[in-house]
T-cell receptor, first 112, second 118 residues
């Protein structure tokens, strides 16, 4: 069965510091992988996605993620965090049937 | 492009009544729409997959007679919570996948509907 694990429930970083959010997945076939961001009481905004090809993908707002098949990981990174990046971040795996399964999310706090 | 709307954005209803939530793809056609439920500070849990013109497919543990899904057109899916109870209070989010084209494996999410059952 497919599953997504986000080991870090909550992360606090200083503004300007680098960020890495971890995501591990379990899926029997080649996965479609996504990172979404959710602000309080809001829907989800797509940050980036991986379908195939280059394993380092660039997204919006300066985010990037690297797909590592050997580690079943798709970690999200940003070199310099801004206060507006404080939000909930979700990793998701999409199946060939186009169903999405989400991780439990990582809450990001940015301190001045 | 690829905008999904939900209506209402929030609703309060009394226990035992039914509530309908609409999900619309505004600028694209969606053969498949999805319904999720999100409890406070938790992840999105897929409830069901809705295909235009056919019966929805429910995830294990989701009561299909309680959460009625209708996908009558390529731009509209509805979720009706029947005989709602306080434990049904949650944030319901829909998403839609474009019918064909390069974005067929993507989902675009609505802003969510906050349901409170008193």
């Amino acid at each position: 069965a497919q599953s997504v694990t986000q080991p870090d429930i909550h992360i606090t970083v200083s503004e300007g510091a680098s960020l890495e959010l971890r995501c591990n997945y379990s899926y029997g076939a080649t996965p479609y992988l996504f990172w979404y961001v959710q602000s309080p009481g809001q829907g989800l905004q797509l940050l980036l996605k991986y379908f195939s090809g280059d394993t380092l993908v660039q997204g919006i707002k300066g985010f990037e993620a690297e797909f590592k098949r050997s580690q079943s990981s798709f970690n999200l990174r940003k070199p310099s965090v801004h206060w507006s990046d404080a939000a909930e971040y979700f990793c998701a795996v999409g199946t060939t049937g186009n169903q999405f399964y989400f991780g439990t999310g990582t809450s990001l706090t940015v301190i001045p | 492009g690829a905008v999904v709307s939900q209506h209402p954005s929030w609703v309060i209803c009394k226990s035992g009544t039914s509530v309908k939530i609409e999900c619309r793809s505004l600028d694209f056609q969606a053969t498949t729409m999805f319904w999720y439920r999100q409890f406070p500070k938790q992840s999105l849990m897929l409830m069901a997959t809705s295909n235009e013109g056919s019966k929805a497919t429910y995830e294990q543990g989701v009561e299909k007679d309680k959460f009625l899904i209708n996908h009558a057109s390529l731009t509209l899916s509805t979720l009706t919570v029947t005989s709602a109870h306080p434990e049904d209070s949650s944030f319901y989010i829909c998403s839609a996948s474009p019918a064909g084209g390069p974005r067929v494996n993507e989902q675009y999410f609505g802003p969510g509907t906050r349901l409170t059952v008193t």
